[in-house]
């Protein structure tokens, strides 16, 4: 592991966590503050369906900007969308003003745009064997958020009373904010000009390729899953009858299970390959689901969020590793915009549709709803295994 590997792995690690500190206590909220300005309930997750089209259609441009101007420079402009969206939200909490909390959701979602790229950055000066478990270690400082966002949400979110969850909204400011300082210190070389213009393979050829196919269905399954049953939760928590507190409580351990695979699931991928990974994933999605159209009762939401996290550890991560197989350094920009593209679209249309069916048909269907893409993401992983056991012709 040869510097600056360390250095940055442990620098973009922090970063990692401070955004998903904001990032989780946003998830947690943001439908329940919604409701306090709708009549109709069921649009309380248009914000987090719009936040999720914002970070799709951020990632790819977002991926380019930094390949001309570096890394910390894309993402120091990242973190300041991000200040500007949860401030905006705090004005549309005080001013009741849904349209404007829309808005805010749109930065907000830009900002992950740009943050979504800390795992690839680990990679840029990480060698072949240990680019998978560089990503893996950089998104384990998730598991900071998980123990640390839901108690600042019990403790912030009538900080601001009477105007219920403002006061979260100023905690994501201070998070999201101190992501600056650690930028200061991750060193990445910067673009050369003759990189910033030679850009490779035709990208028509590069995403028709069977291991971009895989690696990408894998992880937009994974964290479409993820991120449908996980907007749908705290509304049908409220609608069980359990407090906010019950809520962030389920959520905490939902990130536990997101985060703590972090630590071990790059050794799992080079010991036992990526592809069984992939498939374990698959599996902790569908045992998930089974979990939570067993019952309502509160151990079924904590096991069913738990399992959901770590099926979308496995396939997100192992998609993100599978994928740095498929082009050549010069093609990265590129591909990884466009990779993270369509997994923010899943992820957008997930939760656009989350709040609309959890309002009309209620937790059950919310869950059955994944299991035919889940189908897909196995059936595809099972095609990548057979073509490669398949002897050369």
């Known amino acids: 592991m040869p510097d600056p590997t360390v250095r940055n792995v442990r620098l973009l690690a922090g970063c990692q966590a401070f955004a ?6 946003n998830m947690t909220v943001t439908a329940l503050a919604a409701m306090t ?43 300041g969308i991000g200040v500007s969206g949860a401030g905006l939200a705090i004005a549309a909490l005080f001013l009741g003003n849904f349209v404007l909390f829309c808005l805010a959701a749109v930065l907000i979602g830009s900002f992950m745009g740009f943050v979504s790229f800390f795992r690839y950055a680990a990679a840029d000066t990480a060698s072949e064997a240990f ?9 384990a400082g998730g598991v900071i958020s998980a123990v640390v966002a839901p108690t600042l949400a019990d403790r912030s979110f009538e900080l601001l009373a009477p105007v219920t969850f403002a006061g979260t909204y100023v905690v994501m400011v201070m998070f999201v904010a101190a992501i600056w ?4 210190f991750v060193q990445i070389p910067a673009p050369s000009i003759a990189k910033s213009k030679d850009t490779g393979r035709p ?26 049953v996980m907007t749908a939760t705290p509304i049908a928590m409220l609608a069980c ?25 790059g050794h799992l991928i080079a010991r036992f ?3 069984q990974i992939m498939m374990v994933g698959a599996g902790m999605l569908v045992a998930a689901v089974l979990v939570n159209q067993s019952g309502i009762e509160l151990m079924h939401f904590y096991a069913g969020l738990v399992l ?20 050549h350094p010069l093609e990265k920009a590129k591909v990884q915009g466009v990779f993270d593209t369509l997994i923010f679209a899943t992820a957008a249309s997930g939760s656009i549709l989350a709040g609309m069916i959890q309002e009309i048909s209620g937790w059950q269907t919310v869950n059955q709803g994944v299991l035919p893409l889940i189908a897909i993401a196995i059936g595809l992983i099972v095609w990548m295994m057979f073509l490669q056991r398949r002897p050369a012709s």
Do not use: C
């Not at 770590?310 to 082009?327: H, V």
């Open 20 to 25: 998903n500190i904001a990032m989780t206590l």
């Open 37 to 79: 300005m709708l009549e109709d309930k069921g649009w309380a997750t248009a914000p987090l369906g719009l936040q999720f089209t914002a970070t799709m259609l951020t990632t790819f441009p977002a991926s380019l900007l930094m390949r001309r101007v570096g890394r910390r420079a894309g993402f120091a402009i990242g973190t």
């Open 131 to 139: 680019k998978s478990k560089a990503i893996s270690l950089v998104l």
């Open 181 to 184: 300082a650690l930028l200061l």
């Open 203 to 228: 990208l028509k050829q590069i995403v028709s390729n069977r291991v971009f196919f895989v690696a990408a269905a894998g992880a937009m399954i994974g964290y479409g899953a993820m991120t449908y």
């Open 241 to 265: 009858g359990y407090l906010f507190t019950n809520t962030t409580s389920v959520i905490q351990w939902h990130v536990l299970g997101m985060f703590v695979p972090s630590f071990f699931t």
């Open 273 to 275: 390959g990526v592809l």
């Open 308 to 327: 959901l996290g770590l099926g979308w550890n496995f396939l997100y991560i192992g998609g993100s590793t599978l994928l740095t197989q498929s082009y």
